[in-house]
Each structure stands twice: as C-alpha cells, then as structure tokens.
C-alpha cells in the first residue's frame, strides 16, 4: 500500500501455527530458537476466520476471506542445501564407520565411482516426498530413478563405463527441487566430484598359472588389466602390479573388514557386489599385494576383510585401476 493518507481497515481473525518435520506442533518457547541447516522442513498453517480487508484506495477496494480458510506453506530450516547422498548399500560392519563422516541411513559425499554406482540426494527432514531432481548437465552420463522413501527421481546410476567418458565435458550436475505447499522451488544443485578411482574389469581370472608366484610362467589376470603379457619380472614388482591393480587399502579400509567413511570402496560403497556390474560375478577380488609364502592378497568381498589365496585361484575377479 503507497500514498501519505492511505488507510486501511483489518477485521477478522488469523491464527499462524508452526509444525516440525514430524507434523507436530512447535511449542512458543522453541520458536526463537536457531535450527540445524538440515533440520525441517517446517510447515507453517494459516487458518483465516471471518476476515475483511477494506482500503480507502485500490480496485477493488475491499475483500472478505471465507470462513475457516487453510493455508499451508513449507519452509526449510537453513536455507537451500542438499543434505546428505545416501549410497544405495548402507550396510555397516560390527557398526564400523566414522561418525564425522558417515551418517547411518544418510551417507556422505564419496570420491570413488564405477558404473552402476548409485546413490540418492536427500534434503532436509525425514519427508523426502517433497523433493524432485532433475539433470541440469551430463545427459547420458548418469540415469535418475525414484527408490523407496526418496524424492522423485532422485537416485542418480553412473552409466559411464568410463572415468574418461564420466568427466568429459565436466562431470553431471543434478537440481533438486521442493514443493512449499505452492509450488514447485530451486533448492540446490549438485556438481558430482571427479572420482579419485574409477573401477574397470571384473572378470573372474587366476593372478598366476601355479599355487605358488614363484613357479608361475604367466599372468592372466595382470595381463586382463594391462592389455599385455606381463614378465615375470614385471609381475614380482609391486611398483608394476599398482599401476593396473588397486591395493588392499584401495578397497577396503583394514584386514578385518571396510569401515564406512573415504577413500576405498567399500568405505564409501559398503558391499559392492550389490552394485553389480564390474562388481557381478564374485565377492572376492585380487589386490596388487604380494602375501606371505608366495601368495598374494584378496579381499573378501562380502565384509572386506584381506586374506592370502594362491595365484592360481579361478574364483577370484580382477578389478583393473581405471583412474
């Protein structure tokens, strides 16, 4: 309303009550108080009663509001921020992660990927009904599905089968939006990190051709990685091994099993045959580690614990360093 001698004329009653993100009333002494960014959302309900609003300019001039009229607007707590990327295998070991990074149910924000790795944004609050994503860059790079209990279309699937391919062009970016009651808001948008290790192979191959590394004459699974035929000198190098294989510690987190948290795989996936693909065939992997008495290393896949196995084990994949 403008002008020095404008008047204005309220009657009627309005009644505003605020909700949690568990639809109960807030109480008045919690109203002042300063919320987590990821708290909410809030619901505030405006009940208008018998209300008339009359100005001495304008047109028209007047309005009368019916009688017990709801209205219902969303509010989030902190602003506008995707919470948390909650990976689609949440399982944790004997209760193993890191609580400053890992938040159970939810998950954090992770630096490995393959095809077929997948995960889901989520917003503020518990109701993740209320969000919807959408791909605002690399069309063709990632798909978006709707899981269970999360905003729609907001589980994100790399469908690049390479890092090359992933980061071409700069990695995808997702929007996600929420409804306040009214309509349809910008939220936040989230650009997909470059992976510090991107998983290639997966194919189930012996490491050597005899029980022992020592007496094997050749190397089908360093050969599968590297696309070459390893020497025996090149294959009883480590320095070598690393440059097509991943390490223990690249996979998993110790030799009793992954922690969720960074850095491997399973610290960030959990069990990664779920994921399937390169993953698929077989829980256990090799590693780029030699073990004791001519053997070498592999994690077993199902809690990622580090165990010796002969070279010429058939039942073992290889994972190839596709970084």
Not at 15 to 24: G, V
Not at 30 to 38: I, M, P, Q, S, Y
Not at 257 to 275: I, K, P
Not at 290 to 304: F, H, Q, S, W
Request: glycine share 12%.
């Amino acid at each position: 309303m403008s002008g020095d001698n404008a008047e204005v004329t309220i009657s009627g009653t309005i009644k505003a009550t605020w909700y949690d993100e568990n639809n109960q009333q807030v109480p008045n002494h919690r109203l002042g108080e300063e919320l987590w960014h990821c708290s909410g959302p809030f619901k505030l309900e405006v009940i208008v009663k018998n209300v008339y609003v009359a100005t001495k300019y304008g047109n028209p001039r007047s309005r009368y509001y019916d009688d017990g009229q709801v209205i219902n607007y969303i509010f989030l707590s902190g602003g506008s921020n995707i919470c948390f990327l909650k990976p689609k295998d949440m399982t944790i070991r004997d209760n193993s992660y890191n609580a400053n990074i890992f938040y159970p149910n939810k998950g954090f924000i992770r630096s490995t990927g393959f095809q077929y790795a997948s995960f889901s944004l989520m917003g503020p609050g518990p109701n993740q009904g209320i969000y919807r994503c959408y791909i605002s860059h690399g069309w063709g790079k990632i798909s978006l599905s709707t899981d269970g209990g999360i905003g729609q279309n907001c589980t994100i699937t790399y469908q690049s089968a390479t890092k090359a391919d992933f980061i071409n062009s700069g990695t995808p970016v997702i929007t996600m939006e929420y409804h306040d009651g009214q309509a349809w808001q910008w939220l936040d948008s989230f650009t997909i990190p470059v992976p510090s290790k991107w998983a290639l192979g997966g194919k189930r191959v012996p490491f050597g051709s005899s029980r022992s590394l020592t007496t094997s004459l050749s190397f089908p699974g360093l050969d599968y990685c590297s696309g070459g035929k390893a020497a025996m000198s090149q294959a009883f190098d480590r320095n070598y091994r690393i440059q097509y294989m991943y390490g223990p510690y690249e996979i998993t987190s110790s030799f009793d099993g992954f922690v969720r948290g960074m850095g491997s795989f399973m610290a960030e996936w959990g069990m990664l045959q779920n994921y399937g693909g390169v993953w698929s065939r077989d829980p256990e992997i090799w590693t780029a580690d030699e073990a004791p008495n001519n053997k070498m290393y592999r994690i077993y896949g199902t809690i990622g614990l580090i165990q010796p196995r002969q070279p010429n084990d058939s039942s073992t994949i290889m994972i190839c360093r596709g970084d």
